[in-house]
Each structure stands twice: as structure tokens, then as C-alpha cells.
């Protein structure tokens, strides 16, 4: 069960924000954000999902930096151009994109034509020159004024949701925006001032949720089966109010809810989802199994999911089911070839050995303050023969104290195994 608790451990708000800021396509925030989280002691679903969105803001920065250089190139820029296509080239892992700004490059002239008169002139020239955007890096991220931070989260809701939030009062706006950025304590004091007029169903939602963040989870329940009576269809608070449930231990009442919700017809692979992580904590794993066959076929492709259902899949022998959802995930880096999770699942099963070396090594590389990597890399050395080889590795790592406590336990239970 150890590595299903891993999995199962749900990503904080931060990483939420991180979703956030792809969805509002603030990818020089995302970016930032990302490379933050990083730094943190995440589980390995966490890694997978933020490693994605921080491609995907690299990517979109490489976009942003490309049709930049382009306006800049049919203007006779070729010195500014450069700039972003540098940046643009620093920034993108997508294969595609990568080889349009090859050729962007491949288009620069190697010294410039303007002579210092001409570019006099262009700089003069309002209608001639155009106003040159600032190279676009994540050093600069703007989260912008409250207005502007409320219309940028609400375009990730749907529009009549959307249209509910924006008219609410200056007090719900200030309470709501300070929730957003993970600002509870201060923003708690607000929603109490909320008038009872304005006690509809999101309010009843927010002030769930932000009780549920904080712990407060016998006054978080209440406030979100209010939400639930005032709108049976919120799915919002359903979601914040299933994990309260299992944490508490309530599960019938989590499956009850579900249940009542796919009867609607309302989103089936987000209650799948749920309901497979309610299964796995009560160890129905013959239960999860099927649940996590509906999320994947409504469309569930959210990563920490994905590995989720792999691995019950796995437990339960299902291989060839575990290995396709594994395929569907990004593969680990910029460099394209195969996920890291999908490796560890080829090692347990001692196959494609050369391949899953090149992918460990390369994270090895890639994350060196990670020994997981290299109890990985040590493990397939041993799965190949090369005994030597991966038992000076492995007598290595073992003592590496960056190694989480459940690594350092398989790394010394297979060094007594090799050596006895």
C-alpha cells in the first residue's frame, strides 16, 4: 500500500495556482511557479504533473518569444529578433516548435544590413518602427491588480459561474481573492462578514473549502452539504467535500454522494476518479479497479489520476491495462523517449532494460539531488547482471540520506539480498 498512499496524496494549493496560470495562458508565472515547486519534497504523481505544466509554460513562452522575433525579423529587427529567438530556443521542449525557431534563426542575417542612420530613422518613426514587446522570461511575473486577478482567474470557470462570481459584493471579491492566494487566515474574517443575502451555495462552497484547507474539518462538512442543498448539481463542492469525508472516514456517505451524482449524469470521470481513491483507502481494490476503468474511459487523464489507476491496475494483475495508462504519460525531460514512471514499471517487471537505463540516467542528470535515480539506475545494472557494477552503486546510495524513507528500506532489503 505504500506506494498507493504516495500516490494518492493530493497536490496543496500551490500547485493548484500553477494550474491556474497555464489555464489564463500566464505562462511566465507558470514557469516561475513550477521551477519553485520543484524545489519542494513532492510525490512522484506532484513531480509528473508540475514537470508537464512547466513544458507546457516553456513551450508557451517559446511561442510568445517566436511570433515576437518574426514581427521583428519582416521589420528588419534582426538584433532584437535574436534576443527573443535565443530566449524562445532556451525556453521550448516541444519537437515542432523547436525546429520553427531553428529556422527562424537560420533566417537572421549574420551581421546586420540597417546602417545607424536607417535604424535613427525607424526609431523616429512611430509608424514605421514597431513598439518592441519586452523579452518575454518568467523573472518578470505580474500577478496584476485585484481586478485584474479576478477577471484572469474567473476566464478558467465556466461563463455563467463566471458571471455569478463577478457580481458579487467588494466584501466576497476581497475574501475570494485572498483564498485564491493561499491567504486563509486573512480571508476567513472576510467571509464572515458576507451578508446573509448573499449566503447562496458558492458561498457556502467557498467558506467549505477554506475550513477543509485549514483543518477545520467538522465546520468544513457542514458548510459544504449546505452548498449541496442549496445547489444539488455544484460539483465544486462535491470535490472538496468527497476527500473531507475519506479523511474523516465517512465513507458511505462520500460513495452516496458520487453515486448520486453519476445517477445526474454529472461528470462521470471525475466521480470515477473519486470513487477509485475512496476504494483503494477501504483496500477494495477489485472495486478501484473497475472505477478506475470508467474514470480512464470518460476522458480522466489528469497525471496524478493516471498513475493512480496504473497502479491499482497493477496490484491487481491487470498489466497490460497499467502499461497503456503509463504509455498516455508525458515522457520525462525535454528529450522526448519514455516517462519515468512508465521505466519503473518496465523495471519491476525486469523489461526493456537499455531503454529504462538511458531514461534513469538521464534523470540522473537532469535532478541529481535525487537519489531515486540512482538507486533506479543501480537496481537495473542488477537486473542486467552487471552484479559489480550495481552493487558499488547501490552501496552507495543506500546511506544517501536525501533518500526518502520507503527508497532506503527497498535499497538495503536488495543490498542483503545480493549479498546474502
Sequence with gaps: M??????????????????????????????????????????????????????????????????????????????????HLQLAQEQVCDAELGKKIEQAIAAEPLVPEISSIEEERLAACASCSPQTKPLLNDEDAIFGDDESQLELILTSYPAELAERYAGKSETFKAAFLLSHAGKDEQALPLWKQVEAVEQDDIYW????????????????????????????????????????????????????????????????????????????????????AESARQAIAAGNLDPRFMLLAASVLEHVGAMDAAENILRRLPASGCGGGTSLPLAEFWLRQKRELGTILDTFNAACREDPEDPRWQLRVAQTYLAKNWIKDGLKLLRVVVNDPRLEPELAQEAAQLLAEQQG
Design 205 to 288: 462552497f467557498e467558506l467549505g473549502a477554506l475550513l477543509g484547507r485549514t483543518g477545520n474539518q467538522e465546520e468544513a462538512c457542514p458548510a459544504l452539504e449546505t452548498a449541496l442543498e442549496k445547489n444539488p448539481e455544484l460539483l465544486l463542492a462535491v470535490e472538496a467535500l468527497v476527500p473531507i469525508l475519506q479523511d474523516l472516514g465517512d465513507y458511505s456517505l462520500a460513495e452516496e454522494r458520487l453515486q448520486q451524482f453519476l445517477d445526474q449524469g454529472v461528470d462521470s470521470a471525475f466521480c470515477y476518479a473519486q470513487l477509485t481513491s475512496l476504494y483503494v483507502q477501504q483496500q477494495k481494490f477489485p472495486d478501484a
Design 2 to 83: 505504500g506506494f498507493l498512499g504516495k500516490i494518492f496524496g493530493r497536490g496543496g494549493d500551490s500547485i493548484e495556482g500553477l494550474r491556474k496560470a497555464i489555464e489564463q495562458k500566464r505562462f511566465a508565472d507558470a514557469k516561475l511557479l513550477a521551477e519553485k515547486l520543484t524545489d519542494q519534497s513532492l510525490n512522484e504523481a506532484d513531480k509528473v504533473e508540475i514537470e508537464q505544466l512547466r513544458i507546457v509554460a516553456g513551450d508557451g513562452l517559446a511561442g510568445l518569444n517566436l511570433e515576437e522575433a518574426l514581427g521583428l525579423q519582416r521589420c528588419g529587427l534582426f538584433e532584437q529578433a535574436a534576443e
